[in-house]
């Protein structure tokens, strides 16, 4: 089984800047299923659905919502088994709790990580 742990959360003013990272564990298998599928961060807030903030194929190919364009950025080092999330220009509604997982067919998702941007 596939563990994923995100870290890197806090809190911060608005304007600033966050690192997220996702390290992905576990089953022998690990190194395959993260470097073969498109993965992506997601974020939730209490009572509402989770929504996908970004994603990033197995050759790296990136998309994003339109709410983060041009202040996020993803990335991975498939041999380090990590997905990243650079996030700049934060704004109070980015407020959330974010996790990562693979863009379709979820694993077990992890504890997830919290970021507070105040204003």
């Known amino acids: 089984q596939v563990q994923l742990v995100e870290s890197g959360g806090g809190l911060v003013q608005a304007g600033g800047s966050l690192r997220l990272s996702c390290a992905a564990s576990g089953s022998i298998l690990v190194s395959h299923i993260f470097s073969y599928n498109a993965m992506g961060w997601y974020r939730q807030a209490p009572g509402k659905q989770r929504e996908l903030v970004a994603a990033i194929t197995s050759d790296g190919s990136t998309k994003y919502a339109d709410s983060v364009k041009g202040r996020f950025t993803i990335s991975r080092d498939n041999a380090k088994k990590t997905m990243y999330l650079q996030m700049n220009s934060l704004k109070p509604e980015d407020t959330d709790v974010y996790y990562c997982?693979?863009?379709?067919?979820?694993?077990?998702w992890g504890p997830g990580t919290q970021v507070t941007v105040s204003s």
């Open positions: 997982n693979r863009e379709n067919s979820y694993l077990p």
